[in-house]
C-alpha cells in the first residue's frame, strides 16, 4: 500500500514568489495536517484539514493557507516567500481526526527559498 | 513553549549497549504522547506510543516511560544496532488533532 504522497521532493524559489506543495493521504485517511520542519527543529503544526474542513491552525502567519479535495488530498500554499521559509514541509494524514487514529508522515517538500 | 536550538544533542552509544533518550514536555494537559525517529531526508516514522493513564509501554526492543508528576518522557533502546542511528523526537497532544515535538536527540551509533 501507498503511504503519504508528497510532491514535490524538493523545490527552490525566489523571495516574494509563491509555492504549491501537494499532498495525497494513504487510502481511507480522511484528515491531512501540515508541518513545518526547520534544519536542526522538531516539527511545528501548520494547519489541520479534515472532511475538507479546517480543524485546526498553527501559530502560521496569513501567508500560509491550505485546502483539501473531496479525494481528501490537499495543497499548502505559501505567499510572498521569505528566507525564513526555507525548511522540510510535512504532510500527515489519519483515518479520523485525532493524531491516535493511524498518523502517518510522508517525506517531505524541502523548500529552499533564495 | 516550542522553540528549539540549532545545535541537537547528541548521544553516542555503543552497538549493542542500551539506548536512553529523555524529553520533557511542559503541557500538563497532554494526554497522549508519540516518539518518532527521523532519519536523513525522511519524514518522522512511528516508533511507540503511550497514553497518560500509563506509565511503561514496550514494543520490540523499545520501552516508553512516562512520569507525569515530573512531566518526563524517556525512550529506552534495547542492543542499539547501526540501524538505530537517527533523530529521536517526543511528541505530544492535549487537543487530540495536533502534535507539539520536541527538540529531537541525535543517536550516534559506534561500531
Known amino acids: 500500500d501507498a503511504g503519504v504522497t508528497q510532491s514535490p521532493t524538493h523545490l527552490i524559489k525566489t523571495r516574494g514568489q509563491h509555492v504549491t506543495l501537494r499532498c495525497s493521504p494513504i487510502?481511507?485517511?480522511?484528515?491531512v495536517s501540515w508541518y513545518q520542519q526547520v534544519l536542526g527543529q522538531g516539527p511545528q503544526f501548520i494547519f489541520q484539514?479534515?472532511?475538507?474542513?479546517?480543524?485546526g491552525r498553527g501559530n502560521f502567519p496569513d501567508r500560509f493557507s491550505a485546502r483539501q479535495f473531496p479525494n481528501y488530498s490537499s495543497e499548502l500554499n505559501v505567499n510572498a516567500l521569505l528566507l525564513g521559509d526555507s525548511a522540510l514541509y510535512l504532510c500527515?494524514?489519519?483515518?479520523?481526526?485525532?493524531?491516535?487514529?493511524?498518523?502517518?508522515f510522508g517525506s517531505g517538500t524541502r523548500l529552499t527559498v533564495v | 513553549g516550542e522553540s528549539v536550538g540549532l545545535h541537537l544533542p547528541t548521544l553516542s552509544v555503543q552497538e549493542g549497549d542500551n539506548s536512553i533518550i529523555n524529553c520533557a514536555y511542559s503541557?500538563?494537559?497532554?494526554?497522549?504522547f508519540i516518539w518518532y525517529k527521523q532519519e536523513s531526508g525522511k519524514g518522522p516514522q512511528f516508533i511507540i506510543d503511550?497514553?497518560?493513564?500509563?506509565d511503561k509501554r514496550q514494543g520490540q526492543r523499545v520501552t516508553v516511560l512516562l512520569n507525569k508528576t515530573v512531566k518526563h518522557l524517556s525512550l529506552q533502546i534495547a542492543a542499539t544496532q547501526p540501524g538505530d542511528s537517527a533523530v529521536y523526537f517526543c511528541?505530544?497532544?492535549?487537543?487530540?488533532?495536533?502534535?507539539?515535538f520536541g527538540g529531537g536527540t541525535r543517536v550516534l551509533v559506534k561500531p
Open positions: 487510502s481511507g485517511h480522511k484528515s
Open positions: 503511550i497514553r497518560s493513564n500509563m
Open positions: 484539514y479534515y472532511e475538507k474542513e479546517e480543524r
Open positions: 500527515a494524514s489519519s483515518l479520523g481526526q485525532k493524531v491516535n487514529y493511524g498518523y502517518t
Open positions: 511528541a505530544e497532544t492535549a487537543a487530540g488533532n495536533k502534535l507539539t
Open positions: 503541557n500538563s494537559a497532554s494526554d497522549y
